[in-house]
């Protein structure tokens, strides 16, 4: 009987050995078909682990990283990404929101900036309720990224176009505004140059009068 016991135990030994060998190939399967990595941190000695094939994807081995979450903040996110990523942390830390969530860019070893989505919940917990390991994944959405920067440019360029022809619709009402007078005063001045004699005052004035006019509003 006791061996019968044993052999059993085994058996569901090796089956849970294999259930758990196909998950852990699923979950891998899922990550590289998502373009995704996985991150697991003990903050209680604040030891940082990432899969291996999301590191080969941003360049690295296992070895070129830092162990813990300071290193790996000091070394590889964009320092301008931290304070709010620190922010969505706490807030997910002290049960404000049930999901963290942030997006930030990290350093790849070609120095190229990859803007990514990272996710991640509290796993464990002490008994006051201080958060003591989280687990995660990493997206990688530098494509879209590239999209919506491309999308607020060309709205930018639209709106100043747009601006500019207005401004251009304006001055040409103002110019043609303007004109309708000017064309008058030339007019005139022509007329007092034609009339009036060479050598008096006013034919001086009318003169000038007329070649102002033109050069200004040719």
């Given at each position: 009987a006791k061996i019968t016991?044993?052999?059993?135990?085994?058996?569901?030994?090796?089956?849970?050995?294999?259930?758990?060998?196909?998950?852990?190939?699923r979950l891998k399967l899922a990550l590289v078909g998502a373009d995704s990595g996985l991150w697991d941190w003990n903050i209680e000695t604040d030891g940082l682990y990432f899969n291996d094939d999301w590191l080969l994807r941003i360049g690295y081995t296992k070895?070129?990283?830092?162990?813990?979450?300071?290193?790996w903040r000091d070394q590889f996110v964009h320092p301008d990404d931290w304070s709010i990523l620190r922010r969505d942390l706490i807030l997910h830390?002290?049960?404000?929101?049930?999901?963290y969530e942030?997006?930030?860019?990290?350093?790849?070893?070609?120095?190229?900036?990859?803007?990514?989505l990272d996710r991640g919940t509290v796993v464990k917990r002490d008994e006051r309720g201080r958060a003591l390991r989280a687990i995660g994944t990493h997206v990688d959405i530098t494509q879209r990224k590239h999209v919506e920067k491309a999308l607020k440019d060309s709205r930018a360029e639209s709106t100043r176009s747009a601006h500019l022809a207005s401004i251009g619709e304006l001055a040409a009402g103002v110019a043609h505004e303007i004109n309708n007078p000017i064309n008058s005063i030339i007019n005139l001045s022509q007329i007092l140059v034609n009339e009036c004699?060479?050598?008096?005052?006013?034919?001086?004035?009318?003169?000038?009068?007329?070649?102002?006019?033109?050069?200004?509003?040719p």
């Open positions: 016991e044993l052999e059993a135990s085994q058996t569901e030994a090796k089956r849970t050995e294999e259930a758990l060998r196909e998950s852990e190939e070895d070129e990283v830092p162990k813990y979450s300071f290193g830390f002290k049960g404000l929101v049930d999901i942030n997006e930030h860019r990290i350093r790849t070893k070609n120095g190229e900036w990859k803007w990514i004699d060479a050598y008096r005052m006013k034919h001086d004035i009318a003169q000038r009068v007329e070649t102002e006019s033109t050069a200004a509003f």
